[in-house]
T-cell receptor, first 118, second 111 residues
């Protein structure tokens, strides 16, 4: 079964540094998402991306964050000037809505990148 | 009031029992309802996906949605120790929209 893959599985970074989290969504999916899960808390939506632009973002997704689809397969989340409170699991997801020949496929998640800010 | 409420558990059941999980929500615009299973240090794995109200069955899993009561349920029959995980409900207004997750219920199935 197709999978969403994320790299690296664990990233350790000094506070103030920039990090890039990488994702390869399922190949025929059209919508891409980033979520985060702080330890012991619920999964929170960060941003959704469609047709090479952000379609929706949460209040968490401020100017510190950016997303990009640099080529036909990768989807990245960049966090500039990381803070201690950015430590979390970051999950990438992708989906294919109904129509255009696709049956509705809800969001499938990768196994996440554990980001540790020191 | 939280948009999605889910009892965090833990819920401990003996092997072979029925596991009953539920979520309540406040936003009547939600139309798509999902259940995910999450093992420790892994991503959410889609179990069930339901549009609007009604029941859906897939093997040992049954999902129910009651939009009039803003209440969704997941039942796991003949539970196995491998079903021990955290179960997350999620819901959205549009098929492509952001998900609102519940806090997750930790389930422990004891042999």
């Amino acid at each position: 079964e197709p999978e969403v893959t994320q790299t690296p599985s664990h990233q350790v970074t000094q506070m103030g540094q920039e990090v890039i989290l990488r994702c390869v969504p399922i190949s025929n999916h059209l919508y891409f998402y980033w979520y985060r899960q702080i330890l012991g808390q619920k999964v929170e939506f960060l941003v959704s991306f469609y047709n090479n632009e952000i379609s929706e973002k949460s209040e968490i997704f401020d100017d510190q964050f950016s997303v990009e689809r640099p080529d036909g397969s990768n989807f990245t989340l960049k966090i500039r000037s990381t803070k201690l409170e950015d430590s979390a699991m970051y999950f990438c997801a992708s989906s294919a809505p109904s129509g255009q020949g696709y049956s509705n496929q809800p969001q499938h998640f990768g196994d996440g990148t554990r980001l540790s800010i020191l | 009031q939280k948009e999605v409420e889910q009892d965090p558990g833990p819920l401990s059941v003996p092997e072979g029992a029925i596991v009953s999980l539920n979520c309540t929500y406040s936003n009547s615009a939600f139309q798509y309802f999902m259940w995910y299973r999450q093992y420790s240090r892994k991503g959410p794995e889609l179990l069930m996906y339901t549009y609007s109200s009604g029941n859906k069955e897939d093997g040992r899993f049954t999902a129910q949605v009651d939009k009039s009561s803003k209440y969704i349920s997941l039942f796991i029959r003949d539970s196995q120790p491998s079903d021990s995980a955290t179960y997350l409900c999620a819901m959205t207004t549009d098929s492509w929209g952001k998900f609102q997750f519940g806090a997750g219920t930790q389930v422990v199935v004891t042999p």
